[in-house]
């Protein structure tokens, strides 16, 4: 016998999809309008059968996804979405999170790019990517402190944390002189970083090596708190003219995609 057609292949596929599609609205649906719905309303806001709405909160409420309150007789989320969410946030590191954007920084420039990020003793190299083009005979190591005061990335990590905090950690450095180009003067430092937070992104020139230079730009949390900067670093005449505000725009692409990647975070929430 030839089947109907509503139980042929791809049928129970395709209406299994709808319903999923459904109850996926459901529940977006209360997570912004909750803390807790009838059945009407939400039938009513989604343009869905009542009797449909019915057998999705009862399916979603086995899985523990849906609550019944049982004095309202009305539906909230489920703790097992907040147990979701919680391992979710735990997956997404800063540094798992950023790792993609610097491989196509470091490809889109041909450039090394680094992700810092301020610590109590520094700033620190949380993850870097080398580029086949680029020979920086001082390279800082991942777990490695990166000097603050004459580093891109290390002035676009310092550069907006607060006058105590920047205080101690410049302190704490040293000021180190690697070649003329290193300002060591504590007034002069304090200035460029202002430039820097003002401008949003910081440059050095020959700083801390000779013929290599860099560009840095801050990574914002949802709430706008600076919590790393990206950046990258390589041949000096690589970096002048239009290909410096070439690299200037990129890095600060690169890092508005990071930060809007950790956007539906709040700075206590994401781990390095």
Known sequence: ??????????????????????????????????????????????????????????AMEKFELIEKNPESERYRLGLKLHEFGSKAVESRTLRTEAH???????????????????????VLCLDRVDSPDTMITVRTTVGALFPPHCTAVGKAALAHLPNQEMDAILAMSGLTRY???????????????RKVAQRGYAMDHQETERGLSGVAAPVRTREGRVIAAVGMAGPTPRFRGKEL????????????????????????????
């Open 179 to 193: 070649t003329p180009f290193t300002m060591t003067r504590l007034a002069d430092i304090k200035e460029n970083l």
């Open 1 to 58: 016998m030839p089947r109907s057609r509503a139980s042929q292949p791809g049928r129970e596929s395709v209406g299994a999809s709808k319903s999923l599609q459904k109850a996926i609205r459901i529940l977006l649906h209360m997570g912004e309008h909750g803390p807790e719905m009838g059945v009407t309303q939400l039938a009513s806001a989604l343009s869905l059968n009542k009797t449909t709405v019915h057998r999705l909160l009862n």
């Open 100 to 122: 993609r954007f610097l491989l196509a920084l470091s490809r889109r420039s041909h450039e090394t790019a680094s992700l810092a990020v301020p610590s109590p003793g520094g």
């Open 245 to 272: 505000a070439e690299k200037i725009a990129l890095t600060k692409e690169i890092a508005a995609s990071i930060s809007a990647s950790l956007g539906n975070y709040e700075s206590s929430m994401i781990p390095l």
